[in-house]
């Protein structure tokens, strides 16, 4: 296989001047016109993705497409400025992007998208504008509801993925060009990008706790029918977003496919917990049929397939989950039935009754909740649940006399009151197994104050009743014959979501399950193959990758649980381009199990780019805690040039906590 024509810097003129940096990989210097294919997001080509993209685009281009790797305005090396994600304005870089590449001699006019997270999300976003060159996506790790399903909000509950992914962003957005691209300039551009943020990105998503306008643009759920583009949704189960695929297939229009596997947040060939797959011959097969018009029969392949998970003892990281592949034809599937349990005083069953049980959970319970959005290689996952089960109120069915498939979205319907204003519930369904180890299939939370809906909180009336419903996760699971299911129900799941205020008893009254399951007359799964990975980019590892929930511990003299977390991406020297680049950050959650107020979020995030004569770094420093009922966030932007401070700038900002008056 020869290697393709790889250009380290193509410059696109936009309407308004701006040029965006790109990277393009052809099949050969003097390639025929071929289709194209774009992935479009602000993670730094020339460095941060670097190793990403030289795994995926070669891959590509060998057989037979022009990948072009596109630094969005004001990342990387492109010109401009962002501040924010998924906006009007990258739509529209994004659209002019798409129309340049259908113009250029070694394009043939059609044009695909593919991504994972940012990408994945912009793909859909792009894709519902309906550019006349772009054909087909693959949309990976993504969704399609930017307040209902992202790293910000869950049922209405504020995560502390906000606050860690927003350090994130906080930090990236404001690192410097490479000089070697951009010049002498490239100081004052990174001057400008630094003065740019006028926020922390944390907290302009915190001031916006309802699903209002600013949630709603960008949300592809919105207007399915405005995509005409062919969707493959690929996710993980044990990724954040794998709702988006199944409400992908059942919304949109265009001709669609969903793939999901047992990984967590990365693309399927190296994707952990495995099986891997050979994700690239399968994406070469979407790209062949949509792009050049090939039959390569994946259209008459089901339309879902999945990893249908088994039991297995509760990790924190797993190389391989137990399971086997499954398929639909079509989802919503006919082989999916809905199977209707109550939930009463002796448990789980066919008939529900009266409860009237209250539950008051310690702050801490969650402990074993493991991380909202898992890379799958660090210890991420969800632990043994009995500690938590123990802190909630539990409700077991008999041992099954037969292995019971579950597949989609449970639901738990409840009846409660509340001593409060405000609350929240958690709501875990777990598999006990014959030696009592729980663990959890699926969960799902809600804050009370939404219980109408996420466009506007409401408090709520101390000791009145309300019917309330909650939507766990999308699954694929198979509970073996002698285990049973557990519906486990706290009011409390820190630290993976913040507290609902000063702590509430909830009584239930009464309560039921709707649980998916599958029947035996699936569809057929199409092999996946072995993963194949092209080789790696070049690099000398100078500080190794570490990411997951390192610590729990309890301070008994202070009464605090500590969570601690490491989310490095290292430190390597990229050869090609003689560079040592940076990437460390870590966390520290804190809380009271007594004092739900009590409450701390602590990031740090480190970004440096070092070459011989020059070193430029990036540093932040954020806090949230609960005060006076509402939220405080510190916050430090610092930026040096070598041992010089060239930009510095503080935060302190009070932010409501909720909308209701």
Same mark, same amino acid.
Request: hydrophobic letters at 40%; a negative charge.
């Given at each position: 296989m020869n290697a393709p024509h790889v250009e380290e810097t193509v410059w696109i003129g936009l309407s308004d001047g701006c040029r965006v940096a790109a990277r393009l990989w052809l099949p050969r210097a003097d390639t025929e016109p071929v289709p194209a294919i774009l992935e479009y997001l602000p993670y730094r080509r020339r460095d941060r993705h670097r190793g990403d993209d030289a795994v995926l685009h070669p891959a590509f281009a060998a057989e037979g497409y022009a990948c072009i790797r596109v630094d969005m305005r004001g990342a990387g090396d492109s010109d401009g400025l962002m501040n924010d994600e998924y906006t009007p304005g990258e739509w529209k870089d994004a659209v002019e992007v798409i129309d340049w590449?259908?113009?250029?001699?070694?394009?043939?006019?059609?044009?695909?998208?593919?991504?994972?997270?940012?990408?994945?999300?912009? *793909?859909?976003?792009?894709?519902?504008? &309906?550019? /006349?060159?772009?054909?087909? +996506? !693959?949309?990976?790790?993504?969704? @399609?509801?930017?307040?209902?399903?992202?790293?910000?909000?869950?049922?209405?509950?504020?995560?502390?993925?906000?606050?860690?992914?927003? *350090?994130?962003?906080?930090?990236?957005? &404001?690192? /410097?060009?490479?000089?070697? +691209? !951009?010049?002498?300039?490239?100081? @004052?551009?990174?001057?400008?990008?630094?003065?740019?943020?006028?926020?922390?990105?944390?907290?302009?998503?915190?001031?916006?706790?309802?699903r209002d306008g600013y949630w709603k643009s960008g949300s592809a759920c919105e207007n399915y029918g405005s995509i005409k583009a062919a969707v493959l949704a690929v996710g993980g189960w044990a990724d954040g977003y794998t709702n988006a695929v199944m409400r992908l297939l059942s919304g949109l229009t265009s001709p669609r496919k969903g793939l999901i596997g047992p990984w967590g947040h990365a693309y399927p060939h190296v994707a952990t917990p495995g099986p891997?797959?050979?994700?690239?011959?399968?994406?070469?097969?979407?790209?062949?049929?949509?792009?050049?018009?090939?039959?390569?029969?994946?259209?008459?392949?089901?339309?879902?397939?999945?990893?249908?998970?088994?039991?297995?003892?509760?990790q924190s990281r797993y190389g391989a989950r137990k399971g086997r592949w499954i398929a639909e034809e079509s989802w919503d599937s006919p082989n999916v039935s809905v199977r209707k349990l109550g939930i009463n005083a002796n448990g789980l069953g066919a008939r529900g009754g009266v409860l009237d049980m209250s539950v008051r959970s310690p702050a801490s319970t969650g402990l074993a909740s493991g991380e909202w959005c898992p890379y799958g290689w660090g210890p991420d996952m969800p632990l043994d649940q009995r500690e938590d089960d123990g802190a909630s109120l539990c409700f077991d069915g008999e041992g099954l006399a037969a292995p019971l498939q579950i597949l989609g979205g449970a639901r738990v319907h409840l009846v409660l009151s509340c001593d409060n204003e405000e609350g929240m519930v958690a709501v875990r369904l777990c598999e006990v197994a014959p030696d009592g180890t729980s663990s959890r299939i699926t969960y799902g939370l809600l804050n009370l104050q939404h219980r109408s809906g996420h466009g506007a909180a409401e408090k709520l009336v101390p000791g009145r009743r309300y019917e309330v419903e909650v939507k766990l996760k999308d699954c694929a699971y198979e509970t073996p014959t002698g285990h049973r299911l557990r519906v486990a129900i706290s009011t409390a799941y820190w630290p993976l979501a913040m507290p609902a205020g000063a702590g509430t008893t909830v009584t239930l009254h009464e309560a039921s399950l709707a649980l998916p399951v599958r029947g035996a007359k699936g569809a057929r799964p199409a092999s996946l193959g072995e993963p194949h990975v092209p080789p790696a980019l070049a690099t000398t590892v100078l500080v190794l990758p570490e990411r997951g929930r390192l610590r729990m511990s309890r301070d008994l003299s202070a009464g605090i649980t500590r969570v601690e977390v490491v989310r490095n991406l290292g430190a390597v020297r990229i050869e090609d381009v003689a560079l040592e680049l940076k990437a460390l950050g870590s966390e520290t959650y804190e809380i009271k199990p007594d004092d739900s107020t009590a409450v701390r979020s602590e990031t740090t995030r480190l970004a440096e780019f070092r070459r011989t004569g020059w070193c430029a770094a990036v540093e932040t420093h954020s806090v949230l805690t609960m005060e006076g009922g509402n939220w405080r966030l510190k916050a430090r932007l610092e930026a040096r040039h070598g041992n010089e401070t060239i930009f510095a700038r503080d935060w302190n900002l009070i932010i409501p906590r909720s909308s209701a008056e």
């Open positions: 590449i259908a113009r250029q001699p070694w394009c043939s006019g059609a044009v695909g998208m593919i991504g994972l997270s940012w990408s994945g999300f912009n *793909s859909l976003q792009i894709a519902t504008l &309906a550019p /006349p060159a772009l054909k087909a +996506i !693959v949309t990976t790790c993504a969704s @399609d509801d930017r307040y209902g399903d992202d790293m910000h909000y869950m049922g209405g509950c504020l995560l502390n993925d906000n606050i860690q992914y927003g *350090s994130t962003l906080f930090t990236w957005i &404001a690192t /410097p060009p490479d000089p070697e +691209i !951009v010049g002498e300039r490239w100081r @004052d551009m990174w001057l400008k990008r630094l003065e740019t943020v006028e926020i922390p990105p944390a907290a302009r998503w915190m001031q916006h706790s309802d891997a797959i050979d994700f690239i011959a399968y994406a070469v097969r979407w790209w062949d049929h949509w792009l050049k018009g090939r039959d390569t029969g994946i259209m008459d392949e089901p339309m879902l397939t999945c990893w249908l998970q088994e039991h297995e003892k509760p």
